[in-house]
């Protein structure tokens, strides 16, 4: 397990790497698609590896829920379950806890809530939340942290960043003793959008010498310049040895942004879900598939595109599949989502290896955001 | 254009052959997934092609409705519009009008209906459904029938019977003045139940000279013996030289039913549809996926299927993905139906060349039918 810096831009804190795992190499800057449930939405796990795809992500609280731990260990672990063989991070389900679940109570120890599938009551602390990424066996876990909301005040924010931190510290005590050896522990930096408080977390954080860190709490709602701001404040604060992975991105747009200010690693489902709402990414920003004259073209999704879906179907297919409720609407524009994005990600690392990032950066977001009648991304 | 006998069983009429049309060679005895609106619901073509596929089904109803026949012409043809390289059959679209549109009235010109989507009203007749299926340009298309419902009186059977062979007579005149060198127009036999209405309609299809017969009317909820009884009494009456086509059977049991008596193709939804419902085709009878504890076992769907799904994944991971109501659940398990279909028409292709058909039939079934706890196909 390695992490190793290969390039970086002249100009920016953008850099390329390859991060070393036991599921194999992931060059970065990477996406990684997420499989909620042990399943990215609507594309096999071979589909992702042809894709280039080396890291995925799977959420904890949906698997701790269902099938559960126990029994996903019982099967042979996460990635036998779901027949993926590249690298897996599971997220904590601190998330999710606090966006999908109800009746929750969080005290010092940890977080009590209701199933948002069953109604039925659960408790989880730092300690347990490694206990099921531990069953899970995936090669990247997260601590227990709490996000708190967008928009919070200063006390609020103050107040989920110290719970975060000491819920980080037994995370990592537990980490050290139980799995070290064959699964890695990141940390989380909290704060909101408050610098001291980023600051303070990070410092934190770095505290626990843990083999990455991720950005938490962005994603979640704020401006996009209260993003950024927060993104090119926080990565800085990051020790650039190690993997910087900011959590819940997935645009196009906000991604190249990150890459800017050096995050190495972003997850979201983003493109799988813009998909099954009939969105194709394209150069020129997202495309509706359900209406609007560029739809009906009898030409591919993108141009561009290399991939599967571009070089056999046209847009008016795809329209019509969609307007038929068709499975394969999903199935087909999924892939074309993720194949963008992962020669998107190709091309910026390709951009930092030759220096010219910034104007890489430039070039995309330029086309992108200034479609006519182009949806903005989020 | 052409089919070529290969092999004979000598104690059944089970043959095999070779049909060759304008998208490439089709050995037979051969299953026909169903591509209703232009896509084989929730697998690729590519996967399809694979598999072994080389011709499929489309449905006029329904591409006659959204995005009509002049738009998928427009967009080069419907083997373009939905990117399958192989062959494929339409059919006329009299079976939907009269399964779902509302308020239909047959006449003798043709049939008035109106939309299950919209309501809007419609008419079609012989000659209008040759004219939309020149304008899907599939390889094979079917001439505006009347399938009487099963149990129907005698006089009833009699008078669909009358309605299909007058229709079929003008279809195949504006067939032979409009398209006849790029697609086949095959008969269709009617008649329910009786013997000498299903005599009446093979001759006077047979006096049409079409390149292919087709038996209707079956599986649409008669019992098991009059189906087989029926099937084999039709196939006699039809021209050995020329393909036979047994519509609407698509489980194990009634496809080698149908080859046993000289069929040489079937279509029908049953493989994809009760892979979504959550049943996978097992050699053991059909296996499901929401319940029981074969549903629970960290083993392949079938133990002896070679899939990419059998490859990788257990029946305990599809079973949670039905739980979790993900998209892959539908994808994977009708991958693996469709693959197991393949692999027993093949198995069915080399018993009759071998000479052993009636064996390897009762053998099959042996195993498929006894499956303790197993469920009928139908």
């Known amino acids: ?87 897996l991070l599971t997220d904590s389900g601190g998330f999710q806890v606090f966006s999908l679940a109800s009746l929750r109570a969080v005290d010092e120890d940890g977080v009590s809530f209701r199933s948002h599938l069953d109604g039925s009551l659960h408790r989880l602390t730092p300690e347990s939340v490694v206990g099921v990424q531990t069953e899970l066996g995936s090669d990247v876990m997260m601590p227990l942290d709490v996000c708190a909301p967008a928009g919070v005040d200063y006390a609020a924010a103050a107040q989920a960043e110290e719970v975060t931190a000491r819920w980080a510290a037994r995370a990592a005590a537990r980490w050290r003793a139980a799995c070290a050896r064959r699964q890695q522990l990141w940390g989380i930096v909290q704060g909101g959008h408050f610098p001291d408080l980023r600051a303070r977390s990070a410092e934190r954080i770095r505290e626990l010498d843990l083999p990455g860190t991720a950005i938490g709490g962005l994603s979640i709602g704020e401006s996009p310049a209260r993003f950024e701001a927060t993104v090119a404040h926080t990565a800085a604060l990051l020790d650039p040895a190690r993997p910087r992975y900011l959590m819940g991105v997935g645009s196009p747009d906000l991604i190249l942004c990150g890459v800017e200010h050096g995050v190495d690693l972003f997850d979201s489902v983003y493109p799988t879900r813009i998909a099954r709402n009939a969105q194709a ?39 019509h599949l969609f307007k038929a409720r068709e499975i394969m609407a999903a199935v087909l524009t999924t ?42 991304g989020s």
């Open 335 to 376: 892939y074309h989502n993720l194949a963008f994005l992962a020669a998107l990600m190709e091309s910026a690392r390709q951009a930092i290896g030759a220096g010219r990032f910034g104007a890489f950066k430039s070039g995309v977001l330029r086309r992108y955001r200034h479609r006519p009648g182009g949806e903005a």
């Open 1 to 87: 397990m390695s992490f190793q810096v290969t390039a970086r831009d002249p100009l920016t804190p953008a850099r390329a790497a390859t991060l070393r795992l036991p599921h194999g190499a992931v060059r970065t800057p990477a996406f990684m698609p997420v499989g909620t449930n042990a399943s990215v939405k609507a594309i096999w796990p071979r589909d992702l590896a042809e894709l280039g795809y080396r890291m995925i992500l799977a959420n904890s609280y949906h698997l701790y829920l269902r099938p559960g731990a126990g029994e996903v260990a019982r099967l042979g672990g996460l990635h036998r379950f779901m027949a993926w063989t590249g690298n």
């Open 281 to 319: 990414l394209t150069c020129a920003g997202p495309l509706s598939l359900r209406s609007g004259p560029a739809s009906l073209r009898d030409e591919p999704l993108d141009a561009e595109c290399a991939c599967a879906v571009c070089a056999a179907h046209s847009r008016a297919y795809l329209r």
